[in-house]
């Protein structure tokens, strides 16, 4: 249980006012501080052209633009869906929630690609985006992008690929873009300092991402943990702990880093390791990027080459088969999955309807045969056999000798292919061992949060105000989506001294459940949905697993008392070092640390608060 000095110290932080005068907030376009032309100009020739000056990237499909071009924006529509496109833009982000959605991709009938029938009409503005971006590929490019904001008082916001949308985006910000410093080097033997030990590592560029990282390792024959997409920016995962396919074998992101460089707040340029600024080095792993400092690169701990086999569960409901008897057999694979896990075994899942179905993957790590990989399985077969007479099991295996073969094979180093269209909510939950020991409240807390046998309805109104009766109201299908859940069995046990929230160490299984929707929702619906993901199903987890966490990669946005979700005890020891590094908040992103000191207003201006 949390301590009281640790719940008065958090109210203290994050129970301040917003400033009222103008001098206490950053400087925006529309303020008389803001940079002249003269000056921006001067800040390109000092970053010898590396200064790129805003340009939405729909605004081609725009008439009212001076780039308009048909050709163009049909382009744009066409590839806008997959994470590259916006992971290759200095500009972008995938989510058009925390863009501002100011200048969607049109089709030719004036319709937004997120939905809006008059998005034609509303026209092209940045939003949220930054105004100028560095494309930095040194840390001279850095330094002289720190210096500039702080001098003219301007928000920061670094960038890489832009698959964290709320951290990657920010109204009126001198961005820092990250993704062309691609460094990467492997050693055999690599000793950060005098008390380390040597090993296999690589150093990573900040732009270097899983798919790169994945391919540069295996030229050698060795593998370093990553995410589950290809395009996920290696570094800014790992800051904020980082969990993939191999981080239960190998340990998590932030586990693995054994150094790194970085510019600090005033400029300078440090390496941090365990004998270097060891606090600095401490937080970085765990604490969240984009906080203390602007990270260059980090180097990894490599491994040997596993072979892997995985064994695919597929589960549907029979037709008899009623929604509570369905989850109770859910609940029950999860308690399994925590013997599993002890047994050295990872997993990931995903449970979506209608129609309801359960998918599994189970890795098992250095085995020499799928047979092998399935009889290690057969704690949770046997489970799946005894409730033969509710559900249908179908059961497959796969073996490769090379755990990156493996992965080229299944297609999990691929794109994303849906992105950028729909807005969204979602809540997650650390899961812990003790909190699947319960599998009745486990079992409630699946259906209350989970997908609907049937597909739920919600309300559309065709009126300005929400609707005051029933007879108001028209039931429309499918205008937000059945919850889908996700499931990671995907923690590393064993204990590292750095700034991961010790709740991570106790999990079995990251549990997420999300729901979308477009532009046709009326916002009144849009923000009932959110409040409901946050406080109805987000509290149903929370409920769950109380004196656990979230992770702050993938948790609700609106996460209550956020600072123990994601840091747990940590969260003063960080707040400290935050003071330390950067006591006037020139790096600045939501629920990051220290980010209580300052407060976003309506207009997207950050103020600092009382």
């Known amino acids: 249980m949390r301590s009281l000095l640790f719940a008065l110290s958090v109210y203290i932080l994050s129970s301040g006012l917003v400033a009222a005068y103008a001098s206490d907030c950053k400087c925006g376009p529309s303020d008389p501080c803001w940079p002249t032309s003269a000056e921006w100009a001067s800040l390109n020739d000092t970053l010898t052209g590396h200064l790129l000056k805003a340009v939405p990237p729909a605004s081609a499909c725009y008439k009212t633009e001076d780039n308009y071009n048909v050709a163009e924006c049909k382009r744009i529509v066409e590839e806008w869906t997959t994470s590259v496109f916006h992971s290759s833009d200095p500009f972008s982000v995938l989510s058009p929630s925390w863009s501002g959605d100011a200048c969607p991709p049109l089709y030719p009938n004036g319709t937004g690609i997120t939905g809006d029938p008059h998005a034609a009409a509303k026209g092209c503005s940045l939003g949220n985006l930054s105004p100028y971006v560095v494309n930095a590929t040194s840390a001279t490019h850095v330094q002289a992008a720190l210096r500039f904001a702080k001098e003219k008082n301007l928000r920061i916001n670094v960038k890489n690929t832009g698959h964290n949308p709320e951290k990657s985006s ?34 990573v560029g900040a732009g270097i991402q899983d798919g790169e990282l994945f391919r540069e390792m295996a030229k050698h024959n060795a593998i370093a943990v990553g995410g589950t997409n290809s395009d996920v920016g290696v570094v800014g995962w790992a800051l904020s702990g980082g969990h993939g396919f191999a981080t239960g074998q190998y340990g998590m992101g932030s586990d693995s880093i054994i150094e790194a460089e970085l510019v600090t707040p005033d400029g300078e340029v440090l390496t941090v390791n365990e004998c270097q600024q060891p606090d600095l080095f401490w937080a970085i792993r ?40 369905w989850w109770n057999i859910i609940a029950s694979v999860h308690k399994e999955m925590a013997d599993l896990q002890d047994a050295g075994y990872a997993g990931y899942y995903t449970i979506g309807g209608s129609p309801m179905h359960f998918h599994n993957s189970i890795f098992v790590y250095n085995v020499s045969s799928a047979q092998e990989a399935k009889e290690l399985t057969q704690p949770l077969v046997k489970a799946l056999d005894r409730a033969n007479s509710t559900v249908e099991t179908q059961i497959s295996e796969i073996w490769k000798e090379s755990w990156y073969e493996m992965i080229e094979e299944l297609g999990h180093l691929t794109d994303s292919n849906n992105v950028g269209t729909m807005r969204g909510a979602s809540t997650s939950r650390l899961v812990t061992r003790r909190a ?6 486990l079992a409630q807390t699946l259906e209350e949060i989970g997908p609907q046998f049937t597909e739920p309805k919600v309300f559309r109104c065709f009126h300005p105000e929400p609707p005051t009766t029933n007879a108001d109201r028209t039931p429309l299908e499918n205008n937000v989506s059945n919850p889908s859940m996700s499931g990671t069995m995907t923690v590393s046990k064993v204990p590292v001294d750095n700034a991961l929230n010790p709740a991570w160490r106790e999990t079995v ?22 409040h409901e993901m946050t406080y ?6 929370r409920r769950l697993a ?8 993938e948790a609700n946005s609106y996460e209550p008392d956020w600072q123990w979700s994601f840091w747990g005890p940590n969260y003063p020891r960080l707040h400290a070092i935050k003071q330390k590094y950067d006591p006037n908040n020139l790096l600045w992103c939501r629920k990051c640390v220290g980010s209580e000191g300052f407060a976003q207003q309506r207009n997207g201006t950050l103020c600092k608060t009382l």
């Not at 109805?536 to 987890?541: I, Q």
Request: some cysteine; glycine content about 10%.
């Open 536 to 541: 109805g199903k987000g509290y149903a987890l």
């Open 436 to 441: 699947i020991q319960d599998t009745a409240l």
């Open 170 to 203: 920010a109204y009126g910000s001198l961005g820092i873009w990250t993704h062309n410093m691609k460094k990467f080097e492997f050693h055999k033997s690599f000793k950060a300092c005098e008390i380390s030990k040597p090993q296999m590592a690589g150093t």
């Open 546 to 553: 109380p004196d656990s966490g979230a992770y702050i990669n």
């Open 286 to 325: 765990g604490g969240g990027g984009s906080t203390f400092g602007v990270v260059l690169s980090v180097t990894v701990k490599a491994h040997p080459m596993p072979s892997v086999g995985i064994v695919n569960f597929d589960v549907s409901p029979r037709n008899h088969t009623s929604p509570k008897q």
């Open 509 to 530: 299984v990251h549990l997420i459940t999300k729901q979308q929707w477009d532009d046709t929702l009326p916002e009144y619906v849009a923000n009932e949905t959110i």
